[in-house]
């Protein structure tokens, strides 16, 4: 089974700023946060051999929490979106062009400067694919973006509209895995 995870809260997300590539450490709320996600999985007898992470630290940081002593693999394709020069935008005071892209990103491409969803998805489905073959409960730290990449790519049906949907700190998503293939994500309550 592989079990996805949004980071836990850092400064940048308690601000309401787009935090994208911003290498940000969890805050007091995000290690709380992680631990409490870490005790849930482990109260589901689940134990984490193998762990991916992006390379982020605040993404590092929710792996090591919820899975001690297991060595976390970073992998660059699951970095956040790159919001090129947008970042640290305040999400309360937004430029119109994000407006734009933020009302409906299934139908509206990125401004200019941030990467474009597709490539989210491209990078994030090309992972788990390769992933997809690895036994025993698998965990992937990532980011909301990067998140929503994974769960776009592995329910086509969806037709973006898991661009839409809120994946709080910590939320958490599992894939299972039958005979080497991805199942349909579901949000682990």
């Not at 805050?27 to 762990?51: D, M, T």
């Not at 947008?86 to 994000?98: K, S």
């Not at 090309?126 to 998140?147: C, N, P, Q, R």
């Amino acid at each position: 089974m592989i079990y996805v995870i949004r980071h836990g809260q850092t400064e940048l997300n308690n601000a309401h700023a787009l935090q994208g590539r911003s290498n940000q450490p969890l805050n007091k709320k995000g290690i709380e946060q992680a631990h409490e996600a870490g005790k849930a999985l482990a109260g589901r007898g689940i134990v984490f051999s193998p762990a991916f992470s992006s390379p982020q630290q605040r993404a590092i940081q929710t792996a090591e929490i919820v899975a001690p002593g297991v060595p976390i693999v970073t992998d660059e394709r699951l970095i956040e979106m790159d919001y090129g020069p947008y970042e640290g935008t305040d999400l309360n005071n937004l430029p119109p062009e994000n407006l734009t892209f933020f009302s409906d990103f299934a139908h509206n491409p990125a401004p200019d400067g941030m990467e474009q969803l597709s490539s989210v998805v491209g990078r994030t489905g090309k992972f788990v694919d390769e992933i997809a073959a690895l036994e025993g409960d698998v965990l992937i730290s990532t980011h909301a973006i990067a998140m929503k990449g994974i769960l776009e790519y592995l329910t086509p049906q969806s037709q973006g509209g898991y661009w839409s949907t809120y994946l709080g700190n910590c939320a958490v998503y599992a894939i299972e895995i039958v005979d080497g293939s991805l199942g349909v994500p579901y949000e682990l309550a």
